[in-house]
């Protein structure tokens, strides 16, 4: 089993910056595949960062390409992502979400989830 808890949410202003972070228990975090998803009112849920258990390795969709980035702590079960130049359309509830295998999480299929955490983005 694995618990994941996000942190960070909030309301952001266009242009600006939040933080999120996910805190990671219950196996070993390192051995993880760990993936930022966000689903916007009416819309499925999207794979928007993906960073391998290594942390060599990243994936972004195309909406946040250059503006979100994903990082990783191994020795403190973190992942975060930090999100720079907030737009009113990355208003969601963001999810951050492991599995043993990265194709699982890049096919929208992890084996956990958090519980999300809400990001506001006014104009």
């Known amino acids: 089993q694995v618990q994941l808890v996000e942190r960070g949410g909030g309301l952001g202003q266009a242009g600006g910056s939040l933080r999120l972070s996910c805190a990671a228990s219950?196996?070993?975090?390192?051995?993880?595949?760990m993936g930022w998803f966000r689903q916007a009112p009416e819309k499925e849920r999207e794979l928007i960062a993906l960073?391998?258990?290594?942390?060599?390795?990243?994936y972004y969709a195309d909406s946040v390409k250059g503006r979100f980035t994903i990082s990783r702590d191994n020795a403190k079960n973190m992942v975060y992502l930090q999100m720079n130049s907030l737009k009113p359309e990355d208003t969601a509830v963001y999810y951050c979400?492991?599995?043993?295998?990265?194709?699982?999480?890049?096919?929208?299929?992890?084996?956990?989830w958090g519980q999300g955490t809400q990001v506001t983005v006014s104009s």
């Open positions: 219950g196996r070993a975090f390192s051995t993880d595949a």
């Open positions: 979400a492991a599995d043993r295998f990265q194709t699982a999480v890049a096919a929208n299929k992890p084996e956990y």
């Open positions: 960073i391998t258990s290594s942390g060599d390795s990243t």
